[in-house]
């Protein structure tokens, strides 16, 4: 019997890879012949960094890059080595979470996503897969941009500045002290969001106000971005502003697809096609899959629910564990997951039930009934 687990983290108990080897743990218990693969997964988001790079055999690299607002802030990202791949989150140098509760939308940069980018560069990487969820900005990627080498220029020649406040200001684009590496570099961008660029379902009216955009700012600086991407595309001979997701992290997608020829792809199935999940599930009788809360959302295009459209896709069977199942889980029944179970073994608080070893343990011996149940059915 060939088996594949797959896990999303358990957030606070167990990361994707940790969840997956307790699983195997048990069905090896039960069924010490059976042929187990596990694989890292996560959807895009939160936790993408660590799972691939846990995963694919490669290791973590922290950097001091400028945050959001111009704080030096300590910022992680993966490596693989033999890919020359690295992983990122643009969140971890421009996430809204940095910010705390302080929102300055017209000063918030990505100039700490660029100085990740060219740090990875000098270090050998060529190839990026980037998460580009959760962001404080709406400058357009120029702090990105800038931090790579692009010279945005205001009508006196200057600078003009890294921010949202920046955009109006930019009549000219240079290019002529680009890393020149960037040539040689691929840039895969995990992106949910189709919002174009500007206007109503753009950056700034449907994302802005989380970031401190207000009812007054809004128009005045969508015009703005408007101006900014023009001036881009006149640049580069390209017009990405109506393309699906250059909205993204207040216009980073459009930054990504008009001046690094980055591809935008839904979270998870750029996820699954790093790990190369369908040929890993190929051939498999049974797909163990999960995450920490199991509810009617998770069949909405979350990590386990893109697993198991590839295991139905090959014929095998699907059974998800959860640290809880809420009302409305049975949803996913309908998107191809078989049966789903909790993993909790007895009453027990929050805290005690998300203990790492406790969750390991549950998670284990829920795995290995499963499996006996499997076996005496046979």
Known sequence: MKVVVAMDSFKGSMTSMEAGRAVREGILRALPDTEVIVRPLADGGEGTTEALAEGLGGELVQTEVRGPLGTPVKASYGVIR???????????????????????????????????????????????????????????????????????????????????????????????????????????IACDVTNPLCGPNGATYIYGPQKGVTEEMRAELDAAMAGYAKVCSGCTGTDYMESAGAGAAGGLGFAFLTFL?????????????????????????????????????????????????????????????AGAVADGAETCNEHGIDAFFPILRGVATLEEAMEPETARQNIRKTAEQIMRLAAALK
């Open 82 to 188: 033999g890919t020359r791949t690295a992983i990122m989150e643009m969140a971890a140098a421009a996430g809204i979470l940095l910010v705390g509760k302080e929102r300055r939308p017209l000063d918030a940069t990505t100039y700490g996503v660029g100085e990740l980018i060219k740090d990875a560069v000098a270090g050998g990487c060529r190839n990026f897969i980037i998460g580009i969820g959760g962001s404080a900005t709406n400058d357009g990627g120029i702090g990105m941009l800038t931090a790579l080498g692009y010279e945005f220029l205001n009508a006196r020649g200057e600078a003009a500045g890294i921010g949202a406040g920046a955009l109006k200001e930019v009549v000219s684009v240079r290019t002529d002290r680009v890393l020149p590496e960037l040539k040689e570099c691929s840039f895969r």
């Open 261 to 321: 020829n980055g591809e935008l792809q839904p979270g998870i199935e750029l996820v699954l096609d790093a790990v190369e999940m369908e040929q890993t599930i190929e051939g498999a009788d049974m797909v163990f899959t999960g995450e920490g809360r199991l509810d009617a959302q998770t069949a909405m295009g979350k990590a386990p629910a893109g697993i198991a459209k590839l295991a139905r896709k090959h014929g095998a069977k699907v059974v998800a564990l």
